[in-house]
């Protein structure tokens, strides 16, 4: 169940950053309203993720897993570059979240 947890709470965080553009720094009303709920529901479900996974694994994942998918997203939807850093950079996010988890769940 944590990790049902730790899913959901990356999903609303990509909602929020989703919609962090649309806040125009943070002036318009409704997604202001909609950006800060999504973090906030991120924010409570990690820390229900954390009850069953160890909190450096499931931040790992949980920062890992929506920094690439935003940038996926941004790429996507939003016409930003993808450039050979970035894709690198991905890389090593994604190895670094693997590393933690076989160290992580090895007792």
């Not at 947890?5 to 997604?31: C, D, H, N, Q, Y």
């Not at 949980?62 to 997203?73: D, K, N, P, R």
Request: aromatic share 10%.
């Amino acid at each position: 169940m944590a990790y049902v947890f730790l899913f959901v709470a990356i999903s609303a965080e990509l909602i929020g950053t989703s919609l962090m553009k649309a806040t125009e720094g943070f002036t318009r009303l409704w997604p202001t309203l909609a950006c800060l709920t999504a973090y906030g529901a991120s924010f409570v479900l990690l820390a229900q993720a954390v009850k069953g996974i160890p909190v450096g694994v499931a931040y790992a994942i949980w920062s890992g897993v929506g920094t690439a998918a935003i940038v996926a997203i941004g790429a996507v939807f939003l016409g930003e570059p993808v450039t050979t850093v970035k894709v690198a950079g991905i890389s090593l996010i994604i190895a670094g979240v693997v590393m933690l988890n076989v160290n992580g769940t090895a007792h």
